[in-house]
């Protein structure tokens, strides 16, 4: 809302008066001083305005894909009652293309499954986290899988009060090099191939139309070799100070 002029005018004249009195009393000390030009603002140009729209994107990544977990029953204590090993195995049966590769590639990733529980360290997944990331109060169960080729798959998993039921909301892959939890968001750093001394940051966020956790925030940040405290005179790239 808009002051009215009189009030502008008033508050003008106010000001005039106060800055006076100070500048007799203190002589310059407090004085404005010019910090020079002031850069114009520019806003984005459009650049070949005339592109046609695009009716369908031309791929599609998933991102949005969700699917309910057969057989798993949320118990009342929410998702941390359940056995994780026990949710990826239902999910594996259930939706194998999201772990069988081509020519059974990740074949060897399900068998290992069987061996979870054991005194054997080859169980692929990973110990469990757990965060409200959908802003419901209920806790979402976040589990990641060693895959071959140094992949790691990054699960999320959504409990239905009502139903009791299981759904998952996130599910990728990469060579990651570090997953972390930041407020209601899972970053995810990737290594950059194609652009040695970067890796690659993305966010991924809930979004309550989609019903999903989605990359909403991509991007390539430079990382600086630093010495590693078990190999003396090695290094390990880690992310510059932003």
């Known amino acids: 809302m808009r002051p009215h ?22 002589g310059n000390a ?5 910090a020079g030009p002031t850069p114009t603002a520019t806003g984005p140009v459009r650049l070949w305005p005339g592109l046609p729209p695009v009716t369908a994107p031309p791929y599609d990544y998933g991102e949005t894909n969700t699917a309910r977990i057969p057989g798993i029953t949320v118990p009342g204590s929410g998702v941390r009652g359940l056995d994780p090993v026990a949710v990826v195995k ?16 990740f074949g060897e990733t399900i068998e290992e499954f069987d061996r979870c529980g054991s005194a054997s360290d080859t169980c692929p997944v990973l110990m469990p986290y757990y965060r409200d990331l959908t802003g419901d109060g209920a806790e979402e169960l976040i589990l ?71 990359p909403t925030r991509d991007e390539i940040i430079r990382v600086k070799p630093t010495a590693s405290p078990t190999a003396p005179g090695a290094s390990r790239p880690v992310p510059e100070p932003r």
């Not at 239902?90 to 590639?105: D, R, S, T």
């Not at 080729?149 to 892959?173: F, N, W």
């Open 144 to 214: 990641a899988i060693k895959l071959p080729e140094q992949l790691t798959a990054v699960r999320v998993y959504s409990p239905d009060k009502p139903s009791g039921a299981l759904t998952r909301i996130m599910s990728t892959a990469d060579q990651l090099v570090r997953v972390e939890l930041a407020g209601r968001d899972i970053v995810l750093r990737s290594v950059s191939a194609g652009i040695p001394g970067y890796e690659y940051r993305t966010a991924w966020s809930w979004e309550a139309r989609n019903g999903a956790m989605l």
């Open 30 to 34: 407090g004085e404005m001083l010019s």
């Open 5 to 26: 002029p009189c009030h502008r005018t008033l508050y003008a004249a106010a000001l005039t008066a106060v800055v006076g009195v100070l500048s007799a009393g203190c």
């Open 90 to 105: 239902a999910e594996a049966i259930e939706h194998p293309e999201l772990y069988n590769g081509p020519a059974g590639f």
